[in-house]
């Protein structure tokens, strides 16, 4: 018979918090595991190689309903990888995206930055950058528009 792991050891050996684990067990993304004697979390090595391929999933930048059809996908392993190819391909995308809005997002730092040569507060180019909100800057709008 397999040893069962508590949700404490779950969450030690992947790195995933308990409250993390309780809330995929909610959203359906990792199945409620049996319970001990005394009403506890007794976790599987499936459960163990499960909430692994999400946290790795996670790590990599995936968003849930992302996970969530690839976890569906891993449960078919005769079906075409496709649409695994398809989620990959689009997460690059969205890296790419984000590595373009944050090489913007450096570029006017560093030339707001180079602007300041120290002094005082009140002549400041940093703060002044800041403060002024009449430009319509559109950094950090979440939609990837740099302006």
């Known amino acids: 018979m397999q040893k069962s792991l508590s949700i404490g050891d779950l969450s030690r050996a992947t790195g995933v918090k308990p409250t993390t684990i309780r809330w995929y067990e909610a959203e359906g993304l990792l199945p409620e595991p049996g319970r001990t004697a005394g009403g506890h979390r007794a976790y599987a090595a499936s459960h163990l190689q499960r909430l692994g391929f999400i946290?790795?999933?996670?790590?990599?930048?995936?968003?849930?309903?992302?996970?969530?059809?690839?976890?569906?996908?891993?449960?078919?392993?005769?079906?075409?990888?496709g649409k695994a190819h398809a989620a990959a391909m689009s997460q690059?995308?969205?890296i790419?995206?984000?590595?373009?809005?944050?090489?913007?997002?450096?570029?006017?730092?560093?030339?707001?930055?180079?602007?300041?040569?120290?002094g005082r507060v009140a002549e400041c180019r940093i703060i002044e950058t800041l403060a002024d909100h009449t430009h319509g800057h559109c950094l950090g709008s979440g939609h990837g528009v740099i302006c």
């Open 55 to 81: 946290r790795h999933a996670r790590e990599l930048g995936f968003a849930m309903p992302a996970v969530r059809a690839l976890l569906d996908l891993a449960a078919e392993p005769e079906q075409d990888c």
């Open 92 to 94: 690059i995308e969205a």
């Open 96 to 118: 790419d995206a984000k590595m373009r809005q944050l090489t913007a997002l450096r570029a006017e730092l560093s030339r707001v930055a180079e602007a300041c040569q120290g």
